[in-house]
């Protein structure tokens, strides 16, 4: 039995995000560039070599795995690897293997995702209107996506939405996101726009909706109360007791909530990051690909990647200016 991974500030790895591909049939403006430059094929992880990856975490004590991207399902022949994955839920080995999508391909593959073993899904909506949408997502569909969540709740799929709060695009839809949420069955989690990536005429400072504002709004209408639950994630919970749902709040800006990190983000291309707002990373590739029979140097490399996990990140807009920034797009590291 290998020994768990346990950080410097004690914290235990049990979760990994691994985005499979930066690719994406959507161009969301706090995600991606209009005109993007994507990684040579060659430069991705085949869908072997994630298996393998993902598979020494797994050995190494990492309980949940979520898939990413890019958008994880335009990837080709990707339900191959959802299908490996699988035998690590079978073996009791992985408790939960899951994605977070932007929707467009769930009326596709929801079906094959619920056979290979996964129960949850997030999906990133803003909004619920069609020229907001369109404007949002660059290239996107409101219907497809609509679709989508149909097709991911028929198959037996349990659906979150994660909302980006943005100032001046989705403050007037607070209630009725909330509210279509509630009538689905869907919990909701809003997000604070995090400083990455240079998006070019984006401003960042000016797309910021402090989620202590969102919320006071919220509570003009509801009552909120406060979950005492823990995921080792960054969101926060409450109940909305007129509905009995749950809203997640997400504050990289607003409070840091590094102190309960468990996680850590691998790229298609092998790069492990200890944190999503720091650049440091490691690269696993070659541990991975010159040792095709041993994965021993992998889980070394693993290892000695885990030991230089920072203490948080250092997002901050408070000085009207997007400090703690970093070059790297958000479709990169993986949402």
């Known amino acids: 039995m290998e020994a768990p991974l346990i950080d410097p500030f004690a914290r235990p790895i049990s979760y990994l995000r691994v985005s499979v591909t930066?690719?994406?049939?959507?161009?969301?403006?706090?995600?991606?560039?209009?005109?993007?430059?994507?990684?040579?094929?060659?430069?991705?992880?085949t869908l072997e070599e994630l298996d393998r990856m993902c598979s020494a975490f797994v050995g190494l004590g990492v309980r949940k795995l979520r898939i990413t991207g890019g958008e994880p399902l335009v990837r080709r022949d990707i339900m191959t690897f959802f299908e490996g994955m699988t035998r690590h839920l079978d073996s009791g080995a992985l408790d939960e293997l899951t994605l977070t999508t932007n929707g467009s391909q769930l009326a596709r593959f929801a079906d094959q995702l619920y056979a290979a073993g996964v129960r949850r899904v997030n999906v990133s909506l803003d909004t619920l209107d069609d020229e907001k949408f369109a404007r949002v997502t660059r290239w996107g569909r409101l219907e497809q996506v609509l679709k989508g969540l149909d097709a991911a709740q028929a198959a037996g799929l349990s659906v979150k939405l994660n909302a980006v709060a943005l100032k001046g695009f989705n403050e007037d839809e607070?209630?009725?996101?909330?509210?279509?949420?509630?009538?689905?069955?869907?919990?909701?989690?809003?997000?604070?726009?995090?400083?990455?990536?240079?998006?070019?005429?984006?401003?960042?400072?000016?797309?910021?909706?402090?989620?202590?504002?969102?919320?006071?709004?919220?509570?003009?209408?509801?009552?909120?109360?406060?979950?005492?639950?823990?995921?080792?994630?960054?969101?926060?919970?409450?109940?909305?007791?007129?509905?009995?749902?749950?809203?997640?709040?997400?504050?990289?800006?607003?409070?840091?909530?590094?102190?309960?990190?468990?996680?850590?983000?691998?790229?298609?291309?092998?790069?492990?990051?200890?944190?999503?707002?720091?650049?440091?990373?490691?690269?696993?590739?070659?541990?991975?690909?010159?040792?095709?029979?041993d994965d021993a140097p992998l889980r070394e490399a693993i290892r000695?990647?885990?030991?230089?996990?920072?203490?948080?990140?250092?997002?901050?807009?408070?000085?009207?200016?997007?400090?703690?920034?970093?070059?790297?797009?958000?479709?990169h590291t993986g949402g």
């Open 22 to 45: 930066d690719r994406c049939d959507f161009r969301c403006v706090y995600c991606m560039a209009e005109h993007m430059t994507f990684l040579p094929k060659k430069e991705l992880l």
């Open 174 to 293: 607070l209630f009725t996101l909330a509210e279509f949420c509630a009538a689905r069955g869907m919990d909701l989690t809003w997000i604070e726009v995090m400083p990455m990536g240079d998006l070019g005429n984006e401003d960042r400072v000016g797309q910021y909706w402090s989620l202590n504002d969102l919320r006071a709004q919220m509570a003009t209408r509801y009552t909120l109360t406060d979950l005492p639950e823990r995921t080792g994630g960054p969101a926060r919970y409450v109940r909305v007791e007129e509905t009995g749902q749950k809203i997640g709040f997400i504050t990289p800006l607003t409070h840091n909530f590094c102190e309960s990190c468990n996680r850590v983000r691998m790229t298609c291309t092998g790069q492990l990051y200890m944190c999503l707002g720091q650049e440091d990373m490691a690269d696993l590739r070659p541990a991975l690909r010159n040792h095709p029979g």
């Open 304 to 331: 000695n990647a885990i030991a230089h996990k920072p203490k948080g990140h250092d997002f901050d807009y408070s000085r009207q200016r997007a400090d703690g920034q970093v070059s790297r797009h958000m479709s």
